[in-house]
T-cell receptor
Framework: EADIYQTPRYLVIGTGKKITLECSQTMGHDKMYWYQQDPGMELHLIHYSYGVNSTEKGDLSSESTVSRIRTEHFPLTLESARPSHTSQYLC??????????????FGPGTRLTVL | LAKTTQPISMDSYEGQEVNITCSHNNIATNDYITWYQQFPSQGPRFIIQGYKTKVTNEVASLFIPADRKSSTLSLPRVSLSDTAVYYCLVGDDNTDKLIFGTGTRLQVFP
């Protein structure tokens, strides 16, 4: 079944640790996105990609980095986690544009807590 | 990207029809109007999209007047499970980035 997956779902780590949040989709979508959302607040786009070897920064400045080596995989990395990185991280994907706004399919999210 | 304005919150009771209006005065000719739903601790989920007049699917209807400066999401006979945040977004096929805004928090009571 075509879907979008994120692991881990929950992560609690100490300050200074390097972490990678995984995102994979089996829908063959070219576009992928990372959003950051604090509880009860709006989503902020932090990274997106048009396809393999394409990465762009979003509207919200983030200390994280992303890579897109394979179409289906779009991991997000924090080299040195800090308490200010505590948030929910949502991954999404969509097809390339075809006139209207393409529907974005979201993963379940990773809730990160940095102590 | 056109800016959208929605009510921060709405309350309703089970079985009622809920209409959430979104204002987008600066909508461009090529822009479409899209609505997403988000439950707590989950990613948003696409509900409906339209360009003009009326669009209906199995979960909602979208009403767009001729000037397209606003739109109304209509949820017929809501249930407790419709309690969620609803986001209105506008953009066209050049829209790489969706601006979700704060959305409308709908609370459905028994």
């Amino acid at each position: 079944e075509a879907d979008i997956y994120q692991t881990p779902r929950y992560l609690v780590i100490g300050t200074g640790k390097k972490i990678t949040l995984e995102c994979s989709q089996t829908m063959g979508h070219d576009k992928m996105y990372w959003y950051q959302q604090d509880p009860g607040m709006e989503l902020h786009l932090i990274h997106y990609s048009y396809g393999v070897n394409s990465t762009e920064k979003g509207d919200l400045s983030s200390e994280s980095t992303v890579s897109r080596i394979r179409t289906e995989h779009f991991p997000l990395t924090l080299e040195s986690a800090r308490p200010s990185h505590t948030s929910q991280y949502l991954c999404a994907s969509s097809e390339l544009a075809s006139g209207s706004i393409n529907e974005q399919f979201f993963g379940p999210g990773t809730r990160l807590t940095v102590l | 990207l056109a800016k959208t304005t929605q009510p921060i919150s709405m309350d309703s009771y089970e079985g009622q029809e809920v209409n959430i209006t979104c204002s987008h005065n600066n909508i461009a000719t090529n822009d479409y109007i899209t609505w997403y739903q988000q439950f707590p601790s989950q990613g948003p989920r696409f509900i409906i999209q339209g360009y003009k007049t009326k669009v209906t699917n199995e979960v909602a209807s979208l009403f767009i007047p001729a000037d397209r400066k606003s739109s109304t999401l209509s949820l017929p006979r809501v249930s407790l499970s419709d309690t969620a945040v609803y986001y209105c977004l506008v953009g066209d096929d050049n829209t790489d980035k969706l601006i979700f805004g704060t959305g409308t928090r709908l609370q459905v009571f028994p």
